[in-house]
């Protein structure tokens, strides 16, 4: 769904969207949809500014990535809220550099006739996601000596102590 800034001179533009696994393409991010992504909430284009948007709204969805401890598979279950706030590229658009404020970091841009929904979600499930991806707090990895998974199998692997000719830089 496209939100166009020409509805939103008249009211505020409501959407309520279900986007099928492959929809949205998270492959980039090394991402897998398992279930339907719904996204609702609504954009309005505030009052007394040059084309500023606000977009609240709620998703809810899972995803699966590869667990970056035992490559197994892991799952997270996405439920947010979000409220955001976008400007029109051409307001910033100068050859000289610009200083931004903090509160300013907080404001995306958007170029043309409006926003995308599906663009906005996708931004919001890869922010929402943990920076580390884990299957589970007590997943104990792969093997670095025989690369066999821990949590499915215990290996007899045994770790060589450390060379001892780096002892004295260890204790700097």
Known sequence: MFLSIKDMEI???RFDETFQPGAIDFSDAELRQVTPLHAEGFAVLLAHTD???RIRGRLQVEMESECDRCLGPAFFPLSADFDLFYRPMASIAREEEVGIDEG???IGFYEGAGLEVA???KEQVL???PMQR?????CKGIC???GSNRNE???QCEVKPLDDRWKALRNL
Do not use: H, Q, T, Y
């Not at 884990?134 to 007590?138: D, L, M, P, T, V």
């Open 51 to 53: 084309g500023e948007i």
């Open 153 to 155: 199998s215990n290996c």
């Open 104 to 106: 300013e970091a907080e």
């Open 127 to 129: 922010l929402n996601l």
């Open 134 to 138: 884990i299957c589970s707090e007590a």
């Open 119 to 121: 663009d906005i979600v």
């Open 144 to 146: 670095p000596i025989c």
């Open 11 to 13: 009211r505020k533009v």
